[in-house]
């Protein structure tokens, strides 16, 4: 790879998410509107011609549980 090459990717918000955080936000949060910690799953595509992804879904919220059902993702805590 050339240094003027990059790498698109597309963010994708899985629709168990906002369910998911819905839920958080009114009982757990208790409406509470600070920073959460959350992680992203970002999955680098080692073909040029499809995009990689950045993924956040119901299990972005468990920081603590790995996720070993598919390929390797890169997880981005934030």
Known sequence: ???TDFVTWN???DIGFWTR???KKIEEYQMDSSP???IAK???SNKPEKISSLSIDTF???LGKEDKSGPVDFKVQG
């Open 1 to 3: 790879m050339k240094s």
């Open 11 to 13: 963010v994708m918000m």
């Open 21 to 23: 955080l819905t839920k």
């Open 36 to 38: 959460k910690e959350l």
């Open 42 to 44: 970002f999955r680098l």
């Open 60 to 62: 972005s919220f468990e």
